[in-house]
């Protein structure tokens, strides 16, 4: 997002988000086995920047699903194991809210948290989803977390049938620190990789749990049923990397604990 003010993304920001997802020039495939495909993009003049792009070809799992599975912040508290803490602030506009999300990083890194302004789109029978980091007087840095930005992330979810649908996530990040080598690698090798298979796990399972836990409940359908407080755009600014503190872990050595995939 470019200029000073916090805006809620328009059709045109939709649009280039969907573009880039789509984008090949200036990508370096990484990765690409059992469906998913995994992309790096190197930016040498902003080195603490990370840019990543994920696709996984998902089989019996409809566009619906998967997007119910992205924003269902109840269930992902059950199948994402790296959250620490999330949870929903305050709604903006009937498709733009702004949350907080606080998650593991690989051993011994320090863990990590964001501030997000979150908006979302049907575009047809595909979906996005996107983010960018935010600022908010009540949730300032915490101490034992580092605070991370968000420069635009996001899903893009394309039907491929009534049962079949493909899933592209993008992410450009400021993590505030100089990561060592092995983490970008592992980042693209394995974790990226190990996420979207948990993703795509995850909404084979939800149609079951969602049926047991207030299945009519889906406030990213159907906005008159939140209960989130209204924020005005003036209680918020927009998250500048420069201003937070950045921290050197880049010679920091790769734990080898072991690292259990939990459902």
Known sequence: M????????????????????????????????????????????????????????????????????????????KWDSNVIETFDIGKLTVNADVGYYSWKCPKPLRNRDVITLRSWLPMGTDYIIMNYSVKHHKYPPKKDLVRAVSIQTGYMVQSQGPNQCTLTYLAQVDPRGSLPKWVVNKSSQFLAPKAMKKINKACLKYPEWKHRHNPGFKPWLYPEQTTLPSIPLSELSLQHADSLDNIDESSVAESHVHERDSD
Not at 4 to 19: M, Q, S, T, Y
Not at 53 to 76: F, G, N, P, Q
């Open 2 to 77: 470019s200029g000073e003010c916090v805006l809620i993304p328009d059709d045109r920001a939709f649009a280039g988000f969907k573009a880039e997802c789509f984008c090949e020039d200036g990508w370096n495939l990484t990765y690409n086995k059992a469906g998913i495909t995994v992309w790096t993009q190197g930016l040498p003049e902003e080195k603490s920047l990370h840019k990543i792009k994920c696709r996984m070809v998902c089989k019996d799992v409809s566009a619906e699903t998967m997007y119910d599975v992205l924003h269902d912040i109840e269930y992902r508290r």
